[in-house]
């Protein structure tokens, strides 16, 4: 059962990020603030639910929510400033879009860089306690999915379709066979030793 708050008397923003793991594309971060009395029997953490249950949810907690933002950072801004970093700063870019601003923030994981002058607490795995954390990571994973979909079409011969840039063995085979291309994270070091770029 998701605990709908940590503080009753606080405007909580719940925020997850999704794709920190992957091969390709950019990492996704959301920041969601749910009414307290919000109840939806499939709300979960985002790994836990199916693409057709993730998909259902996402119109809801975008019409019922009081705010939500999401936002990317690409595999090049990775690429620059590691993929912790581009992490926080993904979280920072969907917290700012939130209107109302939040009195606090529930951030998934056990790591943060403080955001502004607002305070926050770290859980982990957040997305299976806290209704608007597990609100926030089925946004960062839907709209990263259908960003990954987009580049599938791109470069097919990588399947993101399917692994959506995880390093699955068909994704690690594609690029064993063409290398990497220009949406791969190359500070990864995802090619075997000999393949050149």
Request: with cysteine; hydrophobic share 40%.
């Amino acid at each position: 059962m998701l605990l709908p708050y940590l503080d009753k008397k606080l405007l909580e923003a719940g925020v997850d990020e999704a794709g920190r793991g992957c091969y390709a594309g950019p990492v996704f971060a959301a920041a969601v603030i749910l009414p307290k009395d919000f109840h939806h029997p499939l709300l979960n953490d985002s790994k836990k639910l199916s693409e057709k249950q993730r998909d259902l949810l996402r119109p809801v907690i975008e019409q019922e929510s009081i705010a939500f933002g999401v936002a990317s950072v690409s595999n090049k801004d990775i690429d620059i400033i590691n993929i912790l970093q581009a992490s926080f700063t993904s979280m920072h870019l969907s917290i700012q879009q939130l209107n109302p601003q939040p009195d606090f923030l529930l951030i998934d994981g056990n790591r943060f860089l403080k955001y502004s002058n607002i305070p926050h607490q770290c859980i982990v795995k957040g997305d299976g306690k806290f209704a608007s954390i597990a609100a926030a990571s089925v946004l960062a994973k839907t709209y990263r999915d259908e960003y990954m979909l987009k580049l599938h079409h791109e470069f097919p011969v990588y399947s993101w379709n399917k692994n959506k840039g995880y390093g699955t063995a068909d994704h690690r085979r594609a690029i064993e066979e063409h290398g990497l291309c220009i949406h791969h994270r190359k500070s990864f070091n995802i090619l075997p030793e000999n393949k050149e770029l």
